[in-house]
């Protein structure tokens, strides 16, 4: 059944475009258990295609994780995030926080403490305010992509991991009616991923992710179970 899982929700991902956001971790919600949570995500850089410049957004999110089975958690996470795009040659067009929204699943492939291995898919959509440039008004959407795997092990005080992922981010630029969707570059799709889990009690944790290579990111969440 896990197996069957597993490729059902691969392929919905596959299906719908699903190509960076936070990887959560490898501390999965107990079944018919829920962790909810804050977190700020901040993208530092992070190259488009084509030379058409670099990217940035900083997002605050109210983070809902849900256990479906004890190895199969569902994601939702809501808030706010803004978009600043710098092309090659030109200022960089600085768009302010409005709402970004996300959603994302993870599977435990093993379970064997002190070690854990998560495959996880994430998703997360930023949809910032407009802007004007001189007389034109910009609108602008990021659309930020990712499959993760990460190997945990556990202290008992804290949990680091360490991973890998596939990533892309989708830069939606409408100037007037003129809609042009732009990708990250392609030859830095292929992630590192860094982070730990530091108890602060039975059911509280802070969670700190960075993220390099095809993106310079970081992460940090604090979380509690319920």
Same mark, same amino acid.
Do not use: M, P, R, T
């Given at each position: 059944m896990r197996r069957i899982a597993c490729c059902f929700l691969f392929l919905i991902g596959w299906v719908s475009l699903s190509f960076a956001a936070p990887c959560y971790g490898t501390r999965l919600p107990e079944k018919n258990k829920f962790v909810a949570g804050t977190q700020t995500y901040s993208i530092l850089s992070r190259y488009l295609e084509q030379e058409k410049g670099k990217i940035r957004s900083t997002q605050h999110? @109210? $983070? @809902?994780?849900?256990? @479906?089975?004890d190895w199969f958690a569902i994601d939702l996470k809501g808030g706010a995030g803004n978009i600043k795009q710098h092309p090659a040659?030109?200022?960089?067009?600085d768009y302010a926080s409005n709402f970004a929204g996300g959603y994302g699943y993870r599977i435990q492939l093993y379970d064997r403490q002190p070690l854990k291995m998560v495959f996880g898919f994430q998703h997360i959509s930023v949809h910032p305010q407009s802007t004007h440039l001189g007389d034109d008004k910009h609108r602008a959407i990021l659309d930020d992509w990712q499959y993760s795997l990460l190997a945990s092990y556990d202290t008992g005080m804290c949990t680091p991991y360490l991973g890998t992922r596939w990533s892309r981010v989708d830069y939606i630029h409408w100037t007037l009616d003129k809609r042009k969707r732009v990708m990250s570059d392609l030859t830095k799709s292929i992630g590192l991923v860094a982070g730990i889990d530091i108890l602060c009690?039975?059911? $509280?944790?802070?969670?700190?992710?960075?993220?390099?290579?095809?993106?310079?990111? @970081?992460? $940090?969440? $604090?979380?509690y179970s319920f």
């Open positions: 999110f @109210v $983070l @809902v994780s849900y256990g @479906v089975f040659g030109s200022d960089e067009v009690g039975n059911k $509280l944790w802070i969670n700190f992710e960075g993220q390099f290579i095809d993106s310079e990111s @970081v992460a $940090l969440s $604090l979380n």
